[in-house]
């Protein structure tokens, strides 16, 4: 599966942005779907997590209460939707893909989108 992530910005303290991760290829419904990023001389982190079915999520405490990740199958899609955004959410922002849920670890995935830059200014 191909992953090409879109939506980032420059945006203030407290302001919103929704990020895109659009798939290629007929098996996107089987895939559970990430948000990982990573801030400059950071190591990648986790952000969010959705399951195949998108029954099951899970967020990196950091995160909880202002983003919601969600996904429309029908679209090959999945979304993060980042409110009250801070300086800290500052980074790059990467989607990732893996047949298997709950994985927090960038090296357990294998396919990759591109980035998407999220700058938030103070």
């Known amino acids: 599966v191909q992953l090409q992530a879109s939506g980032g ?23 559970s779907m990430t948000w990982f990023r990573q801030a400059p001389g950071k190591e990648r982190e986790f952000v969010a997590t959705i399951s195949w079915s998108g029954g099951r999520l899970h967020y990196a405490d950091s995160v909880k209460g202002r983003f919601t ?23 790059v922002y990467y989607c990732a893909a893996d047949r298997s849920y709950g994985s927090t670890r960038p090296y357990d995935y294998e396919y990759w989108g ?6 938030v200014s103070s």
């Open 69 to 91: 990740i969600s996904r429309d199958d029908a679209k090959n899609t999945v979304y993060l939707q980042m409110n009250s955004l801070k300086p800290e959410d500052t980074a």
């Open 9 to 31: 910005g420059l945006v203030q303290a407290g302001g919103s942005l929704r990020l895109s991760c659009a798939a290629s290829g007929r098996s996107f419904g089987s895939y």
């Open 114 to 119: 591109q980035g998407t830059l999220v700058t």
